[in-house]
């Protein structure tokens, strides 16, 4: 449940465009809710292929008409699964189509940058004053910007395919818990091989974007560690305001990023606190070090049931724990 | 339904960079399950299919990771092939490949939920069935003697000793279409990644029935070729895909890719020309902020674009993370699956130390969650080496 909140928050949060090109995780939780029947059909069109639903619904009512045996209950299951599974590997591709094409257009645009910035190297070269100051800070701000705007797109569709990918390995392992299947394990090996999750390209590329920039702007450098401290409490606190004055320096689509930014931050510093139930894999017991304010699985709430009988009755002695 | 060895043999196809094998692809009857299993039905086998135009030393300009479908049925196989190459190189074990058969062994002596894996499994690896009358033993005869036929037969006899039989015929069925996978690791793994040759290798057996709609993955190498091949042409303007295509001299790529690429890349060029010459109430107010740089009553641009920037980094920096331990986490999870395989063939051959086996129980109990932390630390040890092929396979991907 906390992933899924995260995960609409972040939708909420995120480019506008993008916001239907990520996993439909919450209909497939009220699929596997209602499993093993079909959930009540909605028109959320959510989904895909609406037909999905309306399959199911067909092949079990009709299984329903049958006596009760366990091919009834049998039924269903494997039409959920038949479903399920198509519904994923529909979903598989709507991230590779709109991830390999993002990848394509930043391709493109970054060779382009590159380009531009070519061209006003020889420019400078080849005149020794150049003509217009003006002219040639404007462009230089601007392919600055672009840059900036790129390297945001770019790490924004990292993180789509990151929380894409979180979001299948939670819904399969719903699915494998709420069925007693089998599918997440052989479905994840599928799902690392996918092209919307072999991002070493577009990792690539977003290093040489900032190498670009460290290149160009190298005062960046300087300047950022004596401002680091502002940078970290700006973009906590002061966001709004920063949003509301730079809006007309940055430019609608610089704010749209950095605002999405700011949200898959949040999102991924959500998923990175502890969940109710302790996992030595989960991200919060690997981070958990870094992080003081998680709320761990020691001093939750639930902590009782981990804590031995005497520390909980040294605890209830003591008042109660902080 | 004819998917299943289109799917297999475009499985063998992402696996396999450099090669061609093309499996005769015969349509194959399937029950409704496995047809609702293995395939989007919906789509004419048009599936994207993903041509990767790099190679793994990253100067060539192509090769090509083409699927059937993105779909799980065939990328199972595909999975299933790199897990094992993955673990051939590290493990040099056979028993590797059968890691989803291990798959059965964290249920708690549930034959429904045995009934739903096997559903799973069957479509491409199979486990023991019990839905006998469901799922139509004689296409996985057909798909098991297709993989047989094209892999290596004496392999496959070594299965039957090491796989648990299940009393059901339909298993041995399985076991073999399972037996026949393993073989083909071990040729992709002595054919090494794409070399330098910028040939691509066709989607063969899927282009019969798709629509040519496969997705090309342009990396900047592709993409530079594109670009000096419509200079050379005249600039964007003047190009025509044909030209660039036959100037490109890049196989599998088809007109249809140099089109949508063209237009993107007209599309780029054109939008920075206008914002050069035109547009001056945006260029204004940058230049006001510039000349201001007053930091108290607003933030300058390159105060705003740095800490953009500042932003940006973090973020990338906090993903990257995440996915290593995304991947770390799967990669355990795999291992804990080959650790059950290695238990279960132990056993069946009767020859499973003492020592295993009370941890096994463990991790029959944990497997789901993976809780088990006496585990953990271990894990992390011996999964260092199963980690390391992965920047391999990181790299072949590429």
């Not at chain 1, 719903?174 to 997440?184: F, Q």
């Not at chain 1, 304010?293 to 639930?302: D, F, H, I, L, Q």
């Not at chain 2, 071990?186 to 290798?201: A, F, I, K, M």
């Amino acid at each position: 449940m906390k992933f899924g909140k995260e995960f609409r928050t972040h939708l909420e949060e995120t480019l506008p465009e993008w916001r239907d090109k990520f996993l439909c995780y919450k209909p497939l939780k009220k699929l596997l809710k209602y499993y093993p029947y079909p959930p009540p059909s909605d028109d959320s069109g959510q989904i895909d292929s609406r037909q999905v639903f309306a399959d199911t619904t067909n092949l079990s009512s009709s299984a329903a008409a049958d006596d009760d045996d366990d091919d009834d209950v049998a039924r269903p299951a494997e039409d959920l699964q038949g479903s399920f599974v198509r519904i994923l590997n529909e979903e598989l591709e709507k991230f590779n189509d709109f991830y390999v094409d993002k990848e394509e257009d930043f391709v493109i645009r970054l060779q382009e940058l590159k380009e531009r910035i070519e061209k006003i190297k020889e420019k400078n070269c080849r005149n020794g004053e150049f003509a217009s100051e003006s002219e040639f800070s404007e462009e230089m701000m601007d392919i600055r910007r672009d840059l900036v705007s790129i390297h945001g797109e770019m790490v924004l569709l990292k993180n789509y395919s990151s929380l894409n990918f979180a979001g299948l390995v939670k819904i399969l392992k719903k699915y494998d818990k709420r069925t007693g299947g089998l599918l997440r394990l052989p479905f994840t090996q599928v799902v690392l091989h996918q092209p919307f999750f072999t991002t070493e390209p577009l990792t690539r590329l977003v290093r040489e974007c900032e190498a670009n920039l460290e290149l160009l702007f190298p005062s960046e450098a300087e300047v950022v560690e004596s401002s680091s401290n502002t940078v970290s409490t700006s973009h906590q606190n002061n966001s709004p305001r920063i949003s509301a004055q730079t809006s007309s320096t940055l430019g609608d689509e610089n704010l749209d990023i950095y605002r999405s930014t700011l949200a898959a931050m949040r999102a991924i510093r959500g998923l990175q606190k502890a969940s109710s139930t302790y996992n030595p894999l989960s991200f919060s017991s690997l981070l958990k070090n870094e992080d003081d304010e998680t709320v761990t699985a020691e001093n939750s709430p639930n902590s009782e049931n981990l804590q031995s009988k005497d520390e909980s009755e040294k605890e209830d002695n003591n008042g109660p724990s902080p | 339904m004819e998917a299943r060895p289109v799917q297999r043999s475009g499985s063998r196809e992402l696996s396999n960079l450099a090669r061609t094998s093309s499996i005769p692809s015969t349509p194959n009857p399937s029950s409704a399950p496995e047809a609702a299993f293995m395939r989007p039905d919906h789509k004419p086998l048009g599936q994207q299919t993903y041509h990767l135009l790099s190679s793994s030393n990253g100067g060539s300009v192509g090769h090509i990771c083409s699927s059937s479908s993105s779909g799980f049925s065939t990328n199972l196989h595909y999975s299933s092939m790199v897990s094992h190459e993955k673990h051939y190189a590290a493990a040099s074990s056979n028993n590797d490949s059968s890691w989803c058969n291990g798959g059965f062994l964290d249920f708690p002596a549930d034959h429904q939920a045995v009934h739903n894996s096997s559903q799973i499994e069957d479509g491409c690896i199979g486990i023991g069935a019990a839905f006998d009358d469901i799922q139509k033993p004689n296409d996985w005869q057909e798909w098991a003697d297709h993989l047989i036929t094209d892999e290596d037969p004496l392999l496959s006899t070594n299965w039957n000793d090491l796989l648990i039989d299940t009393s059901s015929n339909l298993d041995t069925k399985d076991q073999k279409s399972l037996q026949t996978i393993p073989p083909q690791p071990q040729t992709v793994q002595q054919q090494p990644s794409p070399s330098v040759s910028v040939e691509l290798r066709p989607v063969s057996t899927t282009s019969s029935n798709s629509n040519n709609k496969a997705r090309m993955r342009w990396t900047p190498e592709l993409h530079e070729a594109f670009v000096e091949a419509v200079n050379s042409l005249g600039g964007s303007d003047r190009a025509t895909p044909k030209g660039v295509l036959k100037k490109m001299k890049v196989e599998g790529l088809t007109i249809y890719h140099v089109k949508s690429h063209l237009q993107k890349y007209r599309t780029a060029r054109y939008r920075p020309e206008p914002s050069e010459s035109g547009s001056p109430e945006k260029k204004l107010t940058p230049l006001e902020h510039i000349t201001a740089l007053d930091l108290k009553g607003g933030i300058g641009i390159t105060e705003a674009l740095r800490l953009q920037m500042e932003v940006q980094k973090q973020l990338h920096e906090q993903l990257e993370i995440q996915r290593n331990l995304q991947l770390r986490i799967e990669e355990q999870g795999k291992y804990l699956q080959m650790m059950f395989e290695k238990q279960n063939s132990g056993l069946g051959k009767g020859t499973a130390s003492t020592s295993d086996s009370p941890s096994k129980s463990e991790q029959e109990d944990n497997k789901k969650t993976a809780d088990s932390e006496e585990l953990a630390p271990e894990e992390t040890r011996k999964c260092q080496e199963p980690e390391s092929p992965q920047p391999k396979r990181v790299k072949t991907d590429n």
